[in-house]
């Protein structure tokens, strides 16, 4: 399981070894974790079952369609236990999110993929799925397709993110509404966001060391999500997913909150004037960890 401590893998061998990410730590919980918050190798030794959460980069939110707007999609996000680790030197691809848009855009904000390609044997590449960019949505175009779907009836394309790998477990949504569609559950009514999907074990603050914790501090305890879908505005309300999705409020006018970095949250959509433009998607991140 993905909470608590170590007991339900295999202890790491002596021989084991591993390298890389933007933080390592050993927070005393039975395990060390490689937090990558950009590109990097996670370069390893000897062979153990690891585990990880990918998180691709959030859709940014689309611009103003008569009064109304799409928010982006959550990033994709991909948890992966009972997977044995053996020596290479393992590409890691954190995916930015995806930029906001202005006027009808089409959703074009598309987030970018989260990648681990492991190298070791049985290669193989893991792949979280950037979040759909939300839409205008009185024009005739969805909200594009993503991880999660972008506001305004985007789809998710989880099949594609990794089909028949039994270690695997894919998180995406479409949309259907204004709101983008979240990690963990679809778009809302009345603009709101799908919530993010948690991923206890992996949760602030054990992975945000530092300065990187004081923007999700409002995240945590509780609310340790990730890849939460982006607000939309529709003309009645709008308002935040659980998680780390942007969104417009009530009380805004011009462009769209971005999502959370570090999080995958999908960018809220605009609301007025017609030069506003949608928050930006949140960046992703990729976690690995096993037990010591």
């Given amino acids: 399981g993905f909470g608590g401590g170590a007991t339900g893998l295999a202890q790491a061998g002596a021989a084991f070894g591993a390298t890389g990410g933007d933080y ?15 590109p990097g190798n996670f370069v390893t030794t000897g062979s153990s079952p690891v585990e990880f959460v990918l998180v691709a980069g959030g859709g940014g939110g689309g611009g103003v369609d008569n009064s109304a707007s799409g928010g982006g999609g959550g990033g994709g996000m991909v948890i992966s236990s ?9 590409p890691i691809t954190v995916g930015p999110g995806g930029p906001g848009q202005t006027g009808a855009s089409g959703a074009l904000g598309t987030g970018v993929d989260s990648v681990f390609a492991y190298t070791g044997s049985g290669s193989a590449t893991f792949t979280a799925k950037g979040g759909g960019g939300g839409d205008g949505p009185q024009t005739t175009s969805n909200g594009g397709d993503g991880g999660s779907g972008g506001g305004d009836g985007g789809a998710a394309t989880q099949p594609s993110q990794n089909p028949g790998i039994s270690h695997i477990t894919n998180y995406g949504n479409a949309s259907n509404t204004e709101g983008g569609g979240g990690a963990g559950e679809v778009a809302q009514p009345n603009g709101v966001g799908g919530d993010g999907q948690p991923a206890p074990g992996y949760e602030y603050p054990i ?3 530092g300065p ?22 529709d003309g009645q309300s709008n308002g935040n997913s659980l998680g780390g999705g942007g969104a417009m409020l009530p009380s805004d006018t011009g462009n769209g909150n971005p999502g959370i970095d570090l999080l995958g949250g999908g960018g809220g959509g605009a609301w007025y004037p017609s030069t506003a433009t949608g928050g930006a998607g949140g960046d992703g991140i990729v976690i690995i960890r096993y037990a010591t």
């Fill in 82 to 90: 009972g997977f044995v680790c053996s020596a290479g030197t393992h």
């Fill in 212 to 233: 990187v914790a004081s923007p999700l501090t409002p995240y945590s305890p509780t609310n340790n999500h990730y890849a939460g879908g982006g607000g939309g505005y």
């Fill in 24 to 38: 390592v730590l050993t927070p005393g919980n039975g395990y060390k974790y490689h937090t990558f918050t950009s």
């Fill in 207 to 209: 992975v945000f060391p």
